[in-house]
T-cell receptor, first 114, second 118 residues
Framework: AQSVTQLGSHVSVSEGALVLLRCNYS??????LFWYVQYPNQGLQLLLK??????LVKGINGFEAEFKKSETSFHLTKPSAHMSDAAEYFC????????????FGAGTRLTVKP | GAVVSQHPSRVICKSGTSVKIECRSL??????MFWYRQFPKKSLMLMAT?????????EQGVEKDKFLINHASLTLSTLTVTSAHPEDSSFYIC??????????????FGPGTRLTVL
């Protein structure tokens, strides 16, 4: 069964520093992977997605993620953190099957210090 | 494009009453809609999958008689929390999947509904 694991429930960086949020997947077939951001009391906003095309995926707000099959990883990065990046980030995978539903990781809260 | 709305955005009700939450795809047709529940500082947990014109498929542990889901059209799904109790207080988020012939069909998420049961 397809699933994702996010390492680190809370990540804190300084403004201008590199952001690295980790996500590992388990899947017996090539997965479809996603990163979403959620601001307080709001829904989910798609940052980027991997759907078996280019392994380096560029998303919105300067974020990107690289699909590494050998490491079963899909880590999210941003070269320089901004205060507005502070939010909850979720990695997700589509479970290929009858419903192709989406399963989420536990989430990582990103804090950006001035 | 691909906007999903939810109504209401916030609702407070008394214990024992029923609450209906609407999920609409505004500019596309969605053959499948999903309902998620999110507890504070937690991840989204899939409650059920709703296909237009058929009965919803509930995840293990979700009471189908308590969380009634109706997907009567390609643009509307409703979640009714029956006889709500304080433990039902949560953030409920729906998503809708575009009806296409592609193998990969993206989901689009609503803004969520905050339910508080007193």
């Amino acid at each position: 069964a397809q699933s994702v694991t996010q390492l680190g429930s809370h990540v804190s960086v300084s403004e201008g520093a590199l952001v690295l949020l980790r996500c590992n997947y388990s899947s017996s077939v090539p997965p479809y992977l996603f990163w979403y951001v959620q601001y307080p009391n709001q829904g989910l906003q798609l940052l980027l997605k991997y759907t078996s095309a280019a392994t380096l995926v560029k998303g919105i707000n300067g974020f990107e993620a690289e699909f590494k099959k050998s490491e079963t990883s899909f880590h999210l990065t941003k070269p320089s953190a901004h205060m507005s990046d502070a939010a909850e980030y979720f990695c997700a995978v589509i479970r290929k099957g009858n419903n192709n539903d989406m399963r989420f990781g536990a989430g990582t809260r990103l804090t950006v210090k001035p | 494009g691909a906007v999903v709305s939810q109504h209401p955005s916030r609702v407070i009700c008394k214990s024992g009453t029923s609450v209906k939450i609407e999920c609409r795809s505004l500019d596309f047709q969605a053959t499948t809609m999903f309902w998620y529940r999110q507890f504070p500082k937690k991840s989204l947990m899939l409650m059920a999958t709703s296909n237009e014109g058929s009965k919803a498929t509930y995840e293990q542990g979700v009471e189908k008689d308590k969380f009634l889901i109706n997907h009567a059209s390609l643009t509307l799904s409703t979640l009714t929390v029956t006889s709500a109790h304080p433990e039902d207080s949560s953030f409920y988020i729906c998503s809708a999947r575009v009806a296409t012939t592609q193998t990969f069909n993206e989901q689009f998420f609503g803004p969520g509904t905050r339910l508080t049961v007193l």
